[in-house]
């Protein structure tokens, strides 16, 4: 029967079931038992294909770049996946690729190369940026001597408004770096709004984007967007930890850069390349695929598109009932003592990540009352340098985090539910009797 409250629908039984064996350790941790798992904004559940697929490549000592067989094997495994990552992934006809440890890494190189490419006195950010992107593009400005211009947040939505962001661009801006969610609030931003707006002030203004923490929420288009760099971190995209990925636009690839001399000016690869990480990113656009409804006929991006929209809808699905509710349990909305940051009703513009927080408990003494229930969620507080800046900008003293995946399930948003009634109840209850003064 068709509930009247949700607009938007759960996968099928069939499909749900399908998703959940395609990951390692949805509903416990090999060493204590069964848990449910809602901190994916921390590090994703792990695709079990992506996971062989690494170790099986880790077993080869081959250098790929020879002419054996083997070697040519893995020259293809990365040329798959380069196009998996540039084209299916990201969107674009044209970037070219470049790898690192980690996403951190990425975003300061590419900041320090705009700032000393580009000519122009200031830098544009915004106050919800990963300290990995805000404080590379203030070490940027800080070493060329540009002034950092910081674009304000909308509490209320969670958001930086394009407008906002075209308020600090002029034509002596050098570069526009900003995040395509939030890590915190799940707040989505109208990149391409940014970029047009942006460029309106100053044409062919060079565009930045950290997608790590949607790129597995949602379906990029990086040449739609308009975006010269577009990052993102397969660890938290239902792979392996140990690699960051950038898609970077003809044009930034020419900007001077770190590079092997007789290599030409175009290519970012500098020493060995990781086959089994890009076997495991291929692994994961392969699993995308299959989740969509697309037949195996269809082109690869087109079936990753299906793929990540159904991943969507059933996303969006669970954060509906996280909000309001399943069957007879009240969704945070309607729990009694419980608040919900940036609760923007347009759920287009979130992805599942809901920011929190429970009258008369601390928030890092909350994650502890969850976890004593099984449940593995996160806080995010002031005193910690990964969230200060942002809280401060949304008017949250400290909040917890929850973060499910598209292979958790409405029964554990529904018992997530009901832990956290009874732990609002509780904490209201050691309130009236002075307890927890
Ligand atoms: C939005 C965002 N950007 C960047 C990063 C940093 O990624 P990495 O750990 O790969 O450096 C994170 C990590 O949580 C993030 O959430």
Redesign the pocket.
């Known amino acids: 029967m068709s509930d009247e409250r949700y607009r938007y629908a759960l996968f099928s039984d069939e499909k749900m079931r399908k998703a959940r064996d395609s990951f390692f350790w949805v509903d416990s941790d090999p060493e204590s038992g069964e848990r449910i798992f809602f901190e994916n904004?921390?590090g994703s559940f792990r695709l079990k294909k992506a996971v062989e697929a690494k170790a099986r490549y880790e077993e080869l000592p081959d250098c790929p770049e020879r002419t054996h067989e083997r070697a040519l094997e893995l020259q293809a495994v990365q040329r798959r996946a380069e196009d998996d990552i540039l084209r299916v992934i990201c969107g674009s006809s044209c970037a070219v690729l470049d790898c690192a440890l980690?996403?951190?890494?990425l975003?300061f190189k590419l900041a320090e190369v705009l700032a000393e490419n580009v000519p122009g006195t200031n830098i544009v950010t915004t106050v919800l940026?990963?300290p990995?992107?805000f404080d590379a593009a203030a070490y940027a400005a800080g070493k060329t001597g540009m002034e950092l211009r910081v674009a304000r947040a909308d509490p209320a939505t969670g958001r930086i408004e394009a407008d906002e962001i075209v308020r600090l661009v002029d034509g002596d801006t050098c570069f526009l770096s900003v995040?395509y969610?939030s890590?915190i609030t799940g707040s989505v931003m109208d990149i391409g709004a940014a970029v047009r707006g942006a460029r309106e002030k100053k044409p062919g203004l060079y565009c930045i984007c950290?997608a790590?923490?949607h790129a597995m929420h949602g379906v990029m288009d990086m040449d739609a967007l308009g975006l010269d760099a577009l990052?993102f971190?397969p660890?938290?995209f239902f792979s392996t930890r140990g690699a960051?990925y950038a898609a970077l636009s003809p044009r930034m690839s020419l900007l001077r850069h770190h590079k092997l001399a007789g290599k030409p000016a175009g290519v970012w690869e500098l020493g060995s390349p990781t086959p089994s990480n890009f076997a495991a990113v291929s692994a994961v656009v392969d699993y995308v695929c299959s989740m969509g409804d697309e037949p195996e006929t269809s082109e690869r991006r087109i079936r990753f598109v299906s793929g990540m929209k159904a991943i969507r809808e059933h996303e969006t699905a669970l954060y509906e009932r996280m909000m309001d509710g399943t069957g007879a349990q009240k969704g945070l909305r309607g729990i009694p003592g419980v608040r919900v940051f940036c609760d923007d009703r347009d759920l287009s513009r979130k992805d599942l990540i809901i920011a929190f927080a429970v009258e008369g408990v601390g928030c890092a003494e909350l994650v502890s009352r969850y976890a004593a229930e099984r449940i593995t969620v996160y806080e995010r507080v002031r005193t910690s340098i990964?969230s200060a800046r942002m809280l401060e900008a949304l008017g949250i003293d400290g909040c917890v985090r929850v973060s499910p995946l598209h292979c958790n399930t409405e029964a554990e948003v529904g018992r997530f539910l009901a832990v956290t009634e009874k732990l609002a109840k509780d904490a209201a209850a050691g309130a009236s009797s002075g307890r927890d003064r």
């Open positions: 904004s921390g980690t996403a951190s890494q975003n940026e990963h990995s992107a995040m969610a890590n950290d790590v923490q990052v971190a660890y938290k960051g990964y």
